[in-house]
């Protein structure tokens, strides 16, 4: 067995997620206390929480439009209704330890729709990449402040890493079509038709950014349902949850990133001065609770919508490769 399949072996990752969870139980019985003293002060507002998920909601939906932009530019063409469909199953995927399975269903149920291979993949990568590198600079920008207050100069690493994020997207108009006819003659398939203009490219690196924005702004309406007494600006949630977020999906062998998530949205929110560690603690195992509502209830309808067939395709192995036609 090659150290590739001993590090993707499920006996691996289930001791990896055992050992996680009980450095996490470890440091939260030192919070207990705190935390049960938060929870016994909770006011649920469900005003807030409905607005905080109407926001959510919203922000799946420009991350949707985004990915078929990305999709019409290497030409292919989805309507809205059956991209959504695709996209929130496929979203189903975080919960799976190594994050690629969301990746790949993106591609081969895309496939499944008549639309090019290259497309279907490329869209996918792109479009997670393109997330991913928004993250980091939205994190930058907006949490300049709280990332000095954990490590001094780190606000600066992370304020160049936005600013590489910026000229990848003005260089990949020039990149891109390189590297996908050299994957292409690899592959011995034909090249894409058509390739992504570079006002295509930033639009979708604009959506991206303003997702992590709607994240933010939502994730503070649900403090405010939840732990009002967390007094923070607009600003510091949206790098709290973009930063906590991205630490998640950073680690691979986390579904959802649970546990990693948590722990980092609670460390920032008191690095920040915001909360004290019962309520950041609070805050932290909710917003888990209702963004997993949100995340699996979609797919969820996605899959029931579903036909048999695709539903077929998605427990095929060859869902994490679609085919390059």
Known sequence: MTITQRLRSPQLQWLLLLVTFGCIAWVLSGQWAEVERAARSIEVRWGWIMAA???VLLTYAMLIQSWRMLLHGW??????????????????????PGKLWSVGALGVLAAREGVSGVAAAGAAVLGTMLNLG???????????????????????????????????VALLPAVLPLLLHRVARW???????????????????VINTGSWLGYGLAFACFSKGVTPVISASPPLFIAVFAASYLVGFLVLFAPGGIGFREVALSALLVAGGAAGQGDAALLGATSRVWLTVLEILPGIIGLFCMSPQDRGTLRSPQASSPPLH
């Open 134 to 168: 928004a993250g980091f600079g939205v994190a930058a920008i907006f949490g300049a402040d709280l990332l000095d207050a954990i490590s001094p100069g780190l606000s600066r690493v992370s304020i160049v890493a936005g600013i590489l994020f910026v000229l990848a």
């Open 187 to 205: 592959r011995g398939v034909a090249a894409a038709e058509r390739q992504l203009s570079a006002r295509e490219l930033w639009t979708a690196a």
């Open 75 to 96: 030409g292919g063409s989805l309507p809205y209704a059956k991209a959504a469909q695709i996209w929130t199953v496929a979203n189903l995927g975080r919960y799976i």
């Open 53 to 55: 998920s109407v926001l």
